[in-house]
C-alpha cells in the first residue's frame, strides 16, 4: 500500500481544510463552555516520521492530558486531544469551580477526570461532526479515554495502526491557544487528527478529489 | 575485542526512538522515551558491560503491510537485529540477558479492536522470541497502564524505570 505516497497539494490543502472544521468547531464548543475566548491556529498537515511525531507536543516524555478516540465508520483513524497539564488544571478549576483541582495530584477528584472526560466528549464530538457534515462520511467516535501521562505513550496508541503500513505518518494537526492569558502566544492544545492510511481514499473520494 | 584502555570520557546517554535500537559500551547508558504499549528490551553481557536496547511497537513482521520492513519495529526481527548488532560489538549471544519493559495499555476501551491489546501482545511476543533464542529474562516491569521512561547501565547491569506517578524504580 502506498496510498500515502500518491497525496498531493491538493489533497494535502482538503485535509488542512478538515482540520480548519473541526477544530474551529470544537473552538467554539469550548469557548461557549468556559465563557473565554479561544482561538486556533491555521492547521497543520505533516506528514512525518514517528520520532519527530514526539516533538509536536513537546517530546515523547513531556506530561500532558491526553484525550483519545477511535473513528470508525467511512473513515477510520484516531484522534487526540493534548493539553498540557497547566493549561487543563485551568479549565478543569473553571468548569467545576474548585481552584484546588489538578492533573498533577496524584490522587485526582473523580469530579475532575469525569469533567475532562466530558470536555474531551464535546470538542471532539463537535470536531467530528463538522468533519462528517463536511464531507458527506458517516462517522463514529469511541467513547474517547483519558491518561495523563508522558505524550510519547500517549500518542504511540494511535501509531500501532499506521505503523503496520508505514514508518511515517500523517497528521492534521490544529492548535488552539486561551486568548489574552498571556502574550508569548503560547501554544495550550493540540488536535491531532491521524486517518489509517486507507482512510485517505474514502477521505479525497468523499470530497470530489480523488 | 577487547578495549584494554580504560576510557576516561565522561559517559554519554544514547537515546533510542520509537522503533529504533542502539548499542552501547560501559561508562556509556542508553535510554529510549515515553513507552506506552511499546517495549523495551535490553539484552546485555555483563562480562564486557555491553548493551543493547530496541523500542518495539508491533508483535510481528507478518503484521507488516509493506515491501521493506524496519525490523527494530517488530518483537521478531527487532531481537533478532539488536543480537547481530551485539555479535559486530564483540559479544557471545549464549552469554546475552534480557530485561523488558513496557507493554502497558494507555486507555481502557469496551472495543474489541485488537490494537487495544496490543501492549500484552508484545510482551508475549518478546518472551516468546527471548525463549527462541535461548535468552534468559532476569527481570521485567511491564503492563498495567502507565507509560514509562527507561535508563540501563551496562556497568551496574540495571534498567531504572521512570513513571509519572510512581518515580523511579530500579531492576
Same mark, same amino acid.
Request: glycine content about 8%; overall charge negative.
Given at each position: 500500500?502506498?496510498?500515502?505516497?500518491?497525496?498531493?497539494?491538493? =489533497?494535502?490543502?482538503?485535509?488542512?481544510?478538515?482540520?480548519?472544521?473541526?477544530?474551529?468547531?470544537?473552538?467554539?464548543? +469550548?469557548?461557549? +463552555?468556559?465563557?473565554?475566548?479561544?482561538?486556533?491556529?491555521?492547521?497543520?498537515?505533516?506528514?512525518?516520521?514517528?520520532?519527530?511525531?514526539?516533538?509536536?507536543?513537546?517530546?515523547?516524555?513531556?506530561?500532558?492530558?491526553?484525550?483519545?478516540?477511535?473513528?470508525?465508520?467511512?473513515?477510520?483513524?484516531?484522534?487526540?486531544?493534548?493539553?498540557?497539564?497547566?493549561?487543563?488544571?485551568? $479549565?478543569?478549576?473553571?468548569?467545576?469551580?474548585?481552584?484546588?483541582?489538578? $492533573?498533577?495530584?496524584?490522587?485526582?477528584?473523580?469530579?475532575?477526570?469525569?469533567?475532562?472526560?466530558?470536555?474531551?466528549?464535546?470538542?471532539?464530538?463537535?470536531?467530528?461532526?463538522?468533519?462528517?457534515?463536511?464531507?458527506?462520511?458517516?462517522?463514529?467516535?469511541?467513547?474517547?479515554?483519558?491518561?495523563?501521562?508522558?505524550?510519547?505513550?500517549?500518542?504511540?496508541?494511535?501509531?500501532?495502526?499506521?505503523?503496520?503500513?508505514?514508518?511515517?505518518?500523517?497528521?492534521?494537526?490544529?492548535?488552539?491557544?486561551?486568548?489574552? $492569558?498571556?502574550?508569548?502566544?503560547?501554544?495550550?492544545? =493540540?488536535?491531532?487528527?491521524?486517518?489509517?492510511?486507507?482512510? $485517505?481514499?474514502?477521505?479525497?473520494?468523499?470530497?470530489?478529489?480523488? | !575485542?577487547?578495549?584494554? !584502555?580504560?576510557?576516561?570520557?565522561?559517559s554519554?546517554v544514547?537515546? *533510542?526512538?520509537?522503533?529504533? @535500537?542502539?548499542?552501547?559500551?560501559?561508562?556509556?547508558?542508553?535510554?529510549?522515551?515515553?513507552?506506552?504499549?511499546c517495549?523495551g528490551?535490553?539484552?546485555?553481557?555483563?562480562?564486557?558491560?555491553?548493551?543493547?536496547?530496541?523500542?518495539?511497537?508491533?508483535? #510481528?513482521?507478518?503484521?507488516?503491510?509493506?515491501? /521493506?520492513?524496519?525490523?527494530?519495529?517488530?518483537? &521478531?526481527?527487532?531481537?533478532?537485529? @539488536?543480537? #547481530?548488532?551485539?555479535?559486530?560489538?564483540? *559479544?557471545?549471544?549464549?552469554?546475552?540477558?534480557?530485561?523488558?519493559?513496557?507493554?502497558?495499555? !494507555?486507555?481502557?476501551?469496551s472495543?474489541?479492536?485488537?490494537? !487495544?491489546?496490543?501492549?500484552?501482545? &508484545?510482551?508475549?511476543?518478546?518472551?516468546?522470541?527471548?525463549?527462541?533464542?535461548?535468552?534468559?529474562l532476569?527481570?521485567?516491569?511491564?503492563?498495567? &497502564?502507565?507509560?514509562? /521512561?527507561?535508563?540501563?547501565?551496562?556497568?551496574t547491569? @540495571?534498567l531504572?524505570?521512570? /513513571?509519572? &506517578?510512581?518515580?523511579?524504580n530500579?531492576?
Amino acid at each position: 500500500m502506498s496510498e500515502i505516497q500518491k497525496i498531493t497539494s491538493l =489533497h494535502l490543502d482538503v485535509l488542512k481544510e478538515i482540520g480548519n472544521i473541526g477544530a474551529a468547531h470544537a473552538a467554539t464548543a +469550548l469557548s461557549s +463552555l468556559l465563557s473565554r475566548k479561544i482561538d486556533m491556529r491555521v492547521p497543520k498537515v505533516e506528514m512525518v516520521s514517528f520520532n519527530d511525531m514526539m516533538e509536536l507536543a513537546g517530546g515523547a516524555e513531556t506530561v500532558v492530558v491526553g484525550i483519545y478516540l477511535r473513528i470508525e465508520g467511512d473513515s477510520e483513524g484516531s484522534m487526540f486531544f493534548i493539553l498540557p497539564i497547566e493549561q487543563a488544571d485551568r $479549565f478543569i478549576r473553571r468548569l467545576i469551580g474548585d481552584d484546588l483541582f489538578s $492533573f498533577s495530584n496524584t490522587k485526582l477528584s473523580e469530579l475532575g477526570v469525569s469533567a475532562m472526560q466530558e470536555l474531551g466528549n464535546i470538542l471532539s464530538g463537535s470536531y467530528l461532526s463538522a468533519l462528517s457534515d463536511f464531507t458527506g462520511m458517516k462517522i463514529f467516535p469511541t467513547v474517547p479515554g483519558l491518561s495523563v501521562d508522558m505524550f510519547g505513550a500517549i500518542i504511540s496508541t494511535g501509531l500501532i495502526e499506521i505503523s503496520e503500513v508505514s514508518d511515517q505518518v500523517i497528521v492534521i494537526n490544529t492548535s488552539i491557544f486561551e486568548e489574552g $492569558f498571556d502574550n508569548r502566544n503560547e501554544v495550550h492544545g =493540540h488536535f491531532f487528527l491521524l486517518p489509517d492510511p486507507d482512510s $485517505f481514499t474514502n477521505i479525497f473520494k468523499a470530497l470530489g478529489v480523488g | !575485542m577487547l578495549d584494554k !584502555m580504560i576510557t576516561s570520557h565522561t559517559s554519554q546517554v544514547i537515546k *533510542v526512538g520509537i522503533a529504533q @535500537l542502539d548499542v552501547v559500551k560501559m561508562p556509556d547508558t542508553i535510554r529510549t522515551s515515553g513507552l506506552g504499549s511499546c517495549v523495551g528490551v535490553v539484552l546485555y553481557d555483563e562480562t564486557k558491560n555491553i548493551a543493547g536496547l530496541v523500542h518495539i511497537m508491533l508483535p #510481528d513482521s507478518s503484521l507488516a503491510r509493506t515491501e /521493506t520492513i524496519n525490523a527494530a519495529k517488530f518483537a &521478531n526481527t527487532g531481537i533478532k537485529a @539488536l543480537i #547481530d548488532m551485539l555479535k559486530l560489538a564483540g *559479544v557471545q549471544p549464549f552469554r546475552l540477558k534480557a530485561k523488558i519493559a513496557g507493554g502497558a495499555q !494507555m486507555f481502557k476501551f469496551s472495543s474489541d479492536n485488537d490494537s !487495544m491489546r496490543i501492549g500484552p501482545r &508484545n510482551v508475549e511476543a518478546v518472551k516468546r522470541e527471548l525463549v527462541k533464542n535461548s535468552i534468559p529474562l532476569i527481570a521485567e516491569d511491564t503492563g498495567g &497502564n502507565s507509560g514509562r /521512561t527507561i535508563e540501563f547501565n551496562p556497568g551496574t547491569c @540495571l534498567l531504572s524505570i521512570r /513513571t509519572v &506517578n510512581q518515580g523511579v524504580n530500579e531492576i
